[in-house]
């Protein structure tokens, strides 16, 4: 059982970063393949972001290329989504997730593990 903890979420206006966290109960945190996902008010749930077991692998959404960059912390058991030059339509609340797998996944089936969520508004 891994137990997952969103933080970092909030307001911010268009054009501002936010950097979200993730931290994982075990220590095991290491073998884990991690994902972010976000689902905004009236939509389905989409994939944002993911990262190997080792961080050495990620893959992005395209409508996030370039602008979120994810991250992890094995020694800390944490996941990172540093998220700069944000727009109103990246309004959401959003989840991390951890895999079975130490492979990038991008299928939200794929994740065993998932937080509770943190909001994050861009006003415009």
């Known amino acids: 059982q891994v137990q997952l903890v969103e933080s970092g979420g909030g307001l911010v206006q268009a054009g501002g970063s936010l950097t979200l966290s993730c931290a994982a109960s075990?220590?095991?945190?290491?073998?884990?393949?991690m994902g972010w996902f976000r689902q905004a008010r009236g939509k389905e749930r989409e994939f944002v972001s993911a990262?190997?077991?080792?961080?050495?692998?990620?893959y992005y959404a395209d409508s996030v290329k370039g602008r979120f960059t994810i991250s992890r912390d094995n020694a800390k058991n944490t996941a990172y989504l540093q998220m700069n030059n944000l727009k109103p339509d990246d309004t959401a609340v959003y989840y991390c997730?951890?895999?079975?797998?130490?492979?990038?996944?991008?299928?939200?089936?794929?994740?065993?593990?998932w937080g509770q969520g943190t909001q994050v508004t861009v006003s415009s």
């Open positions: 075990r220590r095991t945190f290491g073998t884990y393949a």
């Open positions: 990262i190997s077991w080792s961080g050495g692998s990620t």
């Open positions: 997730a951890a895999a079975n797998t130490r492979l990038v996944v991008t299928s939200s089936y794929e994740y065993s593990y």
